[in-house]
């Protein structure tokens, strides 16, 4: 199983982005999915989360300016991004629990995306 992540980049404060991330290999079914973010000189925090029936939550630093979706038919996650902060500069990580075809219950990260908010 492979997560492949896109849509980072360099954007002004209070500019917006949408980053993507699709799932491939031998997938059965995909439980919660995620977005996670490491700043420089911090430890991963989680932004984001989604599970399957698409109950969401949210990082307090995020609530009202990210919003989190997935495309069940295409594997993808997706989180949209307004109000960019410079404190929301980092490399982000997406992350799903996924039942691959042999029945195994494996957790797969992303290779992450960097987002980098400055002027």
Same mark, same amino acid.
């Given at each position: 199983v #492979?997560? #492949?992540a896109? /849509?980072?980049?360099?954007v002004q404060? /209070? &500019?917006?982005?949408r980053l993507?991330? =699709?799932a491939?290999?031998s997938?059965?079914?995909i439980?919660?999915m /995620?977005?996670?973010? #490491? =700043?420089?000189g911090?430890q991963?925090?989680l932004v =984001?989360t989604i %599970?399957s029936?698409?109950?969401t939550?949210? =990082?307090?630093?995020?609530k009202?300016?990210f919003?989190?979706s997935?495309?069940?038919?295409e594997?993808?996650?997706?989180? #949209?991004?307004y109000?960019?902060?410079p404190e929301? %500069?980092?490399?982000?990580y997406?992350?799903?629990?996924?039942?691959?075809?042999?029945w195994?219950?494996l957790?797969?990260?992303?290779q &992450?995306t960097l987002?980098?908010?400055?002027?």
């Amino acid at each position: 199983v #492979q997560l #492949q992540a896109s /849509g980072g980049g360099l954007v002004q404060p /209070g &500019g917006s982005l949408r980053l993507s991330c =699709a799932a491939s290999g031998s997938i059965f079914s995909i439980d919660d999915m /995620g977005w996670y973010r #490491q =700043a420089p000189g911090k430890q991963r925090e989680l932004v =984001a989360t989604i %599970t399957s029936r698409e109950s969401t939550q949210y =990082a307090d630093s995020v609530k009202g300016r990210f919003t989190i979706s997935r495309d069940n038919s295409e594997k993808t996650v997706y989180l #949209q991004m307004y109000s960019l902060k410079p404190e929301d %500069t980092g490399v982000y990580y997406c992350n799903a629990d996924v039942l691959d075809r042999s029945w195994r219950r494996l957790n797969s990260w992303g290779q &992450g995306t960097l987002v980098t908010v400055s002027s």
